[in-house]
């Protein structure tokens, strides 16, 4: 299947005048070697003889990216991996298409131990206290680790705990433990793709809510985004896209209501795809309301309770010669049938409130290099990291490469001058065949890696999500190769 979609994929790329190979090439990939994880060569290129113990902290897209990139690189590795969760390489991105009933759950299930890298010690234990003035960290299973440099990569939390009324009382990750979060989401018309369970049981509510609208009852579906940053900020409005497809190959799309609540003020920071977007939801009748922060919900009634929050213009300042503005909210009751949570994301707490950690939790590097604000011996990636609009595994598929080059410096004595420039990407899946391949930095302007226009839906893109990303993040990253 793969072989022929990636047939088809250039067949299109050939219509645009553009080879498969340049492609992956201008995708950041690497080339032929991303699909078939037969090259050898590291990602950076780099080659040192530098010695020094390496403590990597999480083990998933990021950690273990780095820790296949660093082996690569290095003639004398001396990696530690501390990860607690067996299935923490598991495929993220794929929980949308598994909401959307595309995938099956055990098409993004992947075992942790199958990505090791050759010679990395792992540890299959949490950290739970830093020491970074003394170069230690203890481990849930009571060791004290001594390193010379660390790698920060614990991803981040969903804190369902935050909204009112689910009688959740505990945070929990994309891949791990769900248990805490089982008794009251993916049933009742609760559903989230954050956590991989839930993406399944997403698939189910959506069938259960697309089944009333088929019997002719009027339903409403909404869709939240939280107040807090979130990993693939584009993944709430994918699987409104994907409900309103499945909606409309049912013949029941007239019947439902969908509406979009985030807590912004816009569908996308970017405004060519803000703009697009807009257009894609008005051409949909998919209806939105801007700066509503979902904080209760009432799963007996079915009734999510937003806080409306705006701002108004309040007395004049004297002193500053203008109007001071003054903040202003309300509570809305809103009636669901089928409700498609975000949850508010945080750091987890044991990094959060350690030295390493920040005010807001996320852990503080210099946005380019990657390396920490206070701790020169410490860098940081992925989820974790305090860097503007940084949370998708495009990024981390950046920053890793930074993370080894300027780690490597710093183990020989040199300046760390390799820099991330804040690029993203977000395949926004807008139908069963389409996708605005949205690339980005922190220009706040596309980056297209290609030479076609950006905000539009293509079935090429939606090729490129389907069956070639996977297998990218699998062979290529994974590996530690591209
Ligand atoms: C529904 C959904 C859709 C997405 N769609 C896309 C997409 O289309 N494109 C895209 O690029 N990205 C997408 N992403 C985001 C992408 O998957 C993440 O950005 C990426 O996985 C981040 O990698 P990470 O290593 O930082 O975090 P993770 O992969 O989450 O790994 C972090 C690991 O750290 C471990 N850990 C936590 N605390 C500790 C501790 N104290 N000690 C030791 N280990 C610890 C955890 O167990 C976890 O395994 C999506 C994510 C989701 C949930």
Redesign the pocket.
């Known amino acids: 299947m793969m072989k022929e979609s990636l047939g088809l994929i250039d067949a299109h790329l050939k219509e645009e005048g553009i080879s498969r190979r340049d492609a992956l090439k201008l995708f950041g990939t690497g080339g032929a070697a991303a699909l078939m994880a037969t090259g050898t060569t590291g990602c950076t290129g780099t080659s040192s003889n530098a010695k020094g113990k390496i403590l990597i ?9 780095t820790a296949a990139g660093l082996t690569n690189a290095l003639s004398n590795p001396d990696i530690t991996i ?4 067996e ?10 298409l598994v ?1 959307g009933g595309v995938w099956t759950k055990d098409q993004v299930v992947y075992k ?1 131990d199958d990505f090791l890298p050759d010679g990395v010690t792992l540890i299959k ?4 206290e830093f020491d970074p003035d003394n170069n230690t960290v203890k ?2 299973g009571g060791k004290t680790i001594k390193y010379d440099y660390m790698i920060i ?6 804190d369902f705990s935050k909204i009112e009324g689910l009688g959740i009382d505990q945070s929990i ?4 433990d769900y248990s805490a979060v089982s008794k009251v989401l993916g049933k009742n018309g609760l559903a989230s ?3 991989q369970q839930g ?1 399944e049981d997403t698939w189910k509510e959506m069938q259960k809510f697309i089944a009333e609208a088929k019997s002719g009852k009027k339903v409403k579906g909404i869709f939240t985004h939280p107040n807090t940053p979130i ?2 900020g ?2 709430p409005k ?2 409104m896209y994907l409900t309103d497809a499945r909606l409309r190959e049912a013949g029941a799309r007239e019947n439902a209501e969908l509406t979009f609540y985030p807590n912004g003020s816009n569908m996308f920071g970017v405004k060519e795809y803000h703009d697009a977007i807009v257009n894609q939801f008005e051409a949909r009748d998919m209806k939105w309301n801007y700066r509503h922060n979902l904080v209760a919900v009432d799963p007996e009634k079915k009734i999510a309770t937003f806080n409306r929050h705006w701002e108004e213009k309040g007395e004049w300042d004297e002193d500053l010669e203008e109007y001071s503005i003054v903040p202003r909210s309300e509570k809305v009751e809103v009636p669901y049938d089928f409700m498609h949570i975000t949850p508010p994301q945080v750091a ?1 707490e ?2 959060a409130n350690s030295p390493v950690g920040s005010g807001k939790g996320w852990v503080p590097v210099k946005k380019e290099t990657l390396q920490h604000v206070k701790y020169p011996n410490v860098f940081a ?5 305090a860097v503007p609009m940084g ?7 950046k920053q890793y490469k930074v993370v080894i080059e300027n780690l490597i410096a710093v183990m020989e004595g040199r300046e760390p001058k390799a820099e991330y420039d804040g690029y ?4 926004l ?1 807008t139908s069963l065949s389409t996708v605005m391949l949205a690339e980005f930095n922190w220009t706040g302007k596309p980056t297209p890696s290609f030479p076609l226009d950006p905000t539009q839906e293509r079935w090429i893109w939606w090729l490129l ?1 389907v069956y070639a ?1 996977k297998p990218m993040t699998q062979y290529g990253m994974l590996s530690g190769r591209a």
Not at 57 to 65: S, T
Not at 153 to 158: H, S
Not at 381 to 385: A, E, R, S, T
Request: charged share 15%; proline share 4%; hydrophobic share 35%.
């Open positions: 902290v999480g083990g998933g897209l990021a950690g273990m990216a501390l990860e607690p969760n299935l923490s390489t598991s495929y993220q991105p794929g929980q949308t909401g942790r234990e949490k950290a739970v481990t849930s990569a614990a991803g981040l939390k969903l990750t994309a891949t791990g793709i954050y956590y993406s990993k693939c584009g993944a994918k699987i987890a044991e990094i990636l992925g989820d974790i990291v949370k998708t595994g495009g990024s981390a598929r993203t990407v977000c395949p899946i999500k990303l």
